[in-house]
C-alpha cells in the first residue's frame, strides 16, 4: 500500500467560477497543481482540503496565473 507524502502549498489562485469559488494550489513538490472548489468556511482549511482531494492540474499552465496568495516556508 502506498503512503500519501506530505505536501504543503507554495501558493494558491482563487478565482470565481459558475456557482462558487475555485482555488488552485501548487505544492512545494511534485509535477502537478491541484485544483478544486472552496467548501469550507476557512481559506487555509480549504487550500489544505484542494492539495488533499482536488483533481491535478498542469503545473505549466497553473504558474501562469495570477498568485492569489503565497506561502512561505515560515509558516507552519
Same mark, same amino acid.
Given at each position: 500500500?502506498?503512503?500519501?507524502?506530505?505536501?504543503?502549498?507554495?501558493?494558491?489562485?482563487?478565482?470565481?467560477?459558475?456557482?462558487?469559488?475555485?482555488?488552485?494550489?501548487?505544492?512545494?513538490?511534485?509535477?502537478? $497543481?491541484?485544483?478544486?472548489?472552496?467548501?469550507?468556511?476557512?481559506?487555509?482549511?480549504?487550500?489544505?482540503?484542494?492539495?488533499?482531494?482536488? !483533481?491535478?492540474?498542469?503545473?505549466? $499552465? !497553473?504558474?501562469?496565473?495570477?498568485?492569489?496568495?503565497?506561502?512561505?516556508? $515560515?509558516?507552519?
Amino acid at each position: 500500500m502506498s503512503t500519501n507524502v506530505e505536501n504543503k502549498p507554495k501558493q494558491v489562485t482563487w478565482f470565481n467560477g459558475c456557482g462558487g469559488r475555485i482555488g488552485v494550489v501548487v505544492g512545494e513538490k511534485g509535477d502537478f $497543481a491541484y485544483i478544486g472548489m472552496a467548501l469550507r468556511h476557512d481559506e487555509d482549511d480549504d487550500v489544505d482540503h484542494i492539495m488533499k482531494y482536488g !483533481a491535478k492540474f498542469p503545473l505549466d $499552465a !497553473a504558474l501562469l496565473l495570477p498568485v492569489s496568495k503565497d506561502y512561505t516556508k $515560515a509558516e507552519s
